[in-house]
């Protein structure tokens, strides 16, 4: 017993910066971020918090499920930037929806999200959970340096949910990570404890690109052969492969060495960014909303990101 | 020996004569940006059976190559 998927939402907040809106005070231009990333606008915050964006992806994710929030038995967030130290961004959120169940986070950074449906998994295969709330929600905006062109022009705030229920749709999956601090790495604020020593560093995102592209299209070839493999199913049998959408490229390298049929590979990138946790949740809704999916296609999802922490799984599809 | 596999990989990535790539190409002047290079650089860890930790940005084929011929030494 594991679960299936009955509603999914996602919410991205109004403001939108286009490439040439960063243009206006980056030396960069809409031809470099276009092809080195494959991102063409991005949303970014402007008063919504990250539990409000969470909060507006759940709402929609549960009027597709007929879902009351008083029915939820566990509420799973996987995000790097919730609002506050504490309350996490499941408390927070649980808050909004006014839930009556227990509410946690988790930090997997972009592969939080699949780290999450596994671990809901494991509450459905214990019999604790019969209605699971998993949502992906960042607001990347806060992370970055915003004077650092080669980082800020990546990232886009957003959020994606998935409401679940008992069933057997998870058919297979890998989670993994490898720690390492020299690829990507997110400080956090110093604090102001009188008797630290430690030179203070910024709080924004430091990435090592070429080294991040390294690990991620290494992981995603790995990782999606191994789940398609451990499901018993061939890559001929995969209806789509819904990716974490880091950068473009990383999906087109991946792509030249898998043997899926590359129209099967979807990105929504161009107009979101990186929303790091959020941008597989947010893209399943997109799809599943364009009725892209047909009762029991495969799909393959598939994460990689900062830890360095990789993760897929595939799911098989049930239309309502 | 590094060179001629990388001068390979290069023209098989742009579609052009190999001839046309000499130690002081520069990557810029052939189009290739820092993604490319990594994904020819993967390859090469692959047919090398090495891992190259690229570090610093190199200017020309002749660099790269040289750089990881250091590695394999």
């Known amino acids: ?136 929600a960042e607001r990347m905006s806060r992370l970055l340096n915003w004077n650092d062109r080669s980082t800020c022009v990546i990232f886009g705030d957003g959020a994606g949910a998935m409401v679940l229920s008992a069933g057997s749709s998870y058919l297979a999956s890998k989670i993994y990570a490898k720690g390492n601090t020299d690829v990507i790495r997110i400080p956090h604020p110093q604090g102001m404890s009188p008797f630290y020593k430690n030179e203070s560093e910024e709080p924004f995102v430091l990435m090592n690109g070429q080294e991040t592209f390294k690990f991620a299209v290494n992981a995603m070839t790995k990782d999606v052969q191994e789940v398609i493999e451990k499901a018993g199913l061939t890559q001929e049998d995969i209806a789509y492969v819904i990716p974490h959408q880091a950068n473009l490229r990383i ?70 | 020996m590094v060179f001629e596999k990388l001068a390979a990989l290069v023209a098989d990535h742009l579609g052009c004569e190999v001839e046309k790539i000499t130690k002081e190409t520069t990557f810029e002047s052939l189009g290739i940006d820092s993604l490319d290079t990594v994904e020819m650089v993967m390859e090469l860890e692959e047919e090398l059976g090495i891992t190259i930790a690229l570090e610093e940005k190199m200017a020309t084929v002749g660099e790269l190559a040289a750089y990881i011929e250091s590695l394999t030494a």
């Not at chain 1, 130290?85 to 408390?91: K, M, N, V």
């Not at chain 1, 839930?99 to 972009?110: I, R, V």
């Open chain 1, 1 to 136: 017993m594991n679960f299936e998927v009955i509603g999914t939402g996602h919410y991205a907040p109004e403001n939108v910066v286009t490439n040439d809106d960063l243009a206006k005070f980056l030396d960069t231009s809409d031809e470099w971020i276009s092809t080195r990333v494959g991102v063409r606008e991005r949303r970014v915050c402007t008063t919504e918090t990250t539990a409000e964006l969470a909060y507006r992806a759940s709402k929609n994710a549960l009027e597709m499920a007929g879902t009351n929030p008083e029915e939820l038995d566990l509420i799973l967030c996987a995000t790097i930037s919730a609002d506050d130290a504490s309350p996490s961004l499941a408390c927070n959120l649980q808050k909004l929806l006014g839930a009556e169940c227990p509410a946690m986070d988790l930090n997997a950074a972009c592969s939080g999200f699949i780290y999450m449906l596994e671990t809901a998994a494991g509450f459905f295969a214990r019999g604790t959970a019969k209605k699971v709330l998993v949502v992906g």
């Open chain 1, 251 to 320: 999906i087109d390298s991946a792509k030249r060495k898998l043997s899926i049929p590359p129209e099967r590979f979807c990105s929504n990138i161009e107009r979101y960014g990186n929303t790091s946790a959020a941008s597989i949740p947010i893209l399943v809704d997109e799809l599943n909303r364009d009725g892209k999916f047909k009762d029991n296609d495969k799909l393959v999802l598939c994460s990689f990101g900062g830890g360095l922490s990789s993760a897929a799984c595939v799911l098989e599809w049930k239309c309502r």
